[in-house]
C-alpha cells in the first residue's frame, strides 16, 4: 500500500521561508517521479514543481527562483523548500507520484497525499 505522508506546512509572514516534507512508503521510490500541487479554496487543483527519478525538475512559473524541490531516495523523501513567501502562495499543498517521468498534469499521477496546509499573511 502506497503512502505519501506531507509534513511541514504552517503560518508564516510574507516573506518568509518554509519547507514541506513528504514521506512515501510501499513504493520503490527511486523509481518514480514526484510532484507537488496546491489547490487554493475556489481554485482548482495547480502544478508546483515535480522531480523525475533521474533528477530532472520542473517549475510552475510563479514559484520559479523562489521554490526548490529535492529528494533523498535514502530517505523516501520528497522536498518543497518554499522562500520568498507571498500571500497568494496560501493553500493546501499536496505531494504526488508516478511512475519515473515527471507530469504537470495533476491526473497523471497515480498517488496523492493528504496535503498540508500553508497560510502566509500579509
Known amino acids: 500500500q502506497v503512502q505519501l505522508e506531507e509534513s511541514g506546512g504552517g503560518l508564516v509572514e510574507a516573506g518568509g521561508s518554509l519547507r514541506l516534507s513528504c514521506a512515501a512508503s510501499?513504493?520503490?521510490?527511486?523509481?518514480?517521479?514526484m510532484g507537488w500541487f496546491r489547490q487554493a479554496p475556489g481554485k482548482e487543483r495547480e502544478f508546483v514543481a515535480s522531480?523525475?527519478?533521474?533528477?530532472?525538475?520542473d517549475y510552475a512559473d510563479f514559484v520559479k527562483g523562489r521554490f526548490t524541490i529535492s529528494r533523498d531516495n535514502a530517505k523516501n523523501t520528497v522536498y518543497l523548500q518554499m522562500n520568498s513567501l507571498k500571500p497568494e502562495d496560501t493553500a493546501v499543498y499536496y505531494c504526488?507520484?508516478?511512475?519515473?517521468?515527471?507530469?504537470?498534469?495533476?491526473?497523471?499521477?497515480?498517488?496523492w497525499g493528504q496535503g498540508t496546509q500553508v497560510t502566509v499573511s500579509s
Open positions: 510501499g513504493l520503490t521510490f527511486s523509481n518514480y517521479a
Open positions: 504526488t507520484a508516478k511512475p519515473l517521468l515527471a507530469s504537470s498534469r495533476p491526473r497523471n499521477y497515480n498517488y
Open positions: 522531480l523525475t527519478w533521474q533528477g530532472i525538475t
